[in-house]
């Protein structure tokens, strides 16, 4: 099976930078995602690594090591509106490249 | 907007009830997932098909089917409901056996 941590909660100032970061250890991985989910709506796709290193996306950021399973996602700028739950989710290579995905952190940005 | 669309929004039922949600998946999207969200086990796939064909199945319960049609719209049903099942219901969708997966913005459905 897949293992998926992430911390559960962060919070960060408005105008600043943070960090979420997410390990993993699965069988057959075939890419790492990031999507953000406001409370009661649907998850929205941010992001996707399957290949080692960074990738960059305006004010978000992803960065993939698939030797350590790890991956971060940076966020930059912060506004308001970002506080939301940012979700790690890992596709596996099997039939339907199904996504299992991480708890959730849940980021709160103060004024 | 994703382009992928469920019905109903929010369904409130009974227990030992059943249920049928909609999906209908992006334009030219053969592929169509279903996930379970609830307060505390966050966000589980159920199943997924492609093209009209059962293609992996995640923790679903054997009193919830699915099944995806020639147009490619989606229906999960839920038979027997429980307490326990009151969840948001997700569909999403992506090209072929392709990869992100987009989604709709969800049933929650509530069962008293």
């Known amino acids: 099976g897949q293992n998926i941590d992430q911390p559960t909660e962060m919070t960060a100032t408005e105008g600043a930078i943070v960090q979420i970061n997410c390990t993993y250890q699965?069988?057959?991985?075939?890419?790492l995602f990031w999507y953000q989910q406001h409370a009661g709506e649907a998850p929205t796709f941010l992001s996707y690594?399957?290949?080692?290193g960074l990738e960059e996306k305006g004010r978000f950021s992803s960065f993939l090591s698939r030797s350590k399973g790890y991956s971060y996602l940076l966020l930059k700028e912060l506004q308001m509106k970002d506080s939301a739950s940012y979700l790690c989710a890992v596709s596996v290579n099997n039939a339907g490249n199904m996504l299992t995905f991480g708890g959730g952190t849940r980021l709160m940005v103060k004024p | 907007d994703s382009g992928v669309t469920q019905t109903p929004k929010h369904l409130i039922t009974a227990t030992g009830q059943r249920v049928t949600l909609r999906c209908s998946p992006r334009s030219g999207d053969l592929s169509v997932y279903w996930y379970q969200q609830s307060l505390d086990q966050g966000l589980q796939f159920l199943i997924h098909y492609y093209n009209g064909e059962e293609r992996a199945k995640g923790n679903i319960l054997e009193r919830f089917s699915a099944q995806q049609f020639p147009d490619l719209h989606s229906e999960l049903n839920l038979s027997s409901l429980e307490l326990g099942d009151s969840a948001l219901y997700f569909c999403?969708?992506?090209?072929?056996?392709?990869?992100?997966?987009?989604f709709g913005p969800g049933t929650r459905l509530t069962v008293l």
């Open positions: 999403a969708s992506s090209v072929a056996s392709g990869i992100p997966q987009y």
């Open positions: 690594n399957v290949l080692d």
């Open positions: 699965t069988s057959g991985f075939n890419g």
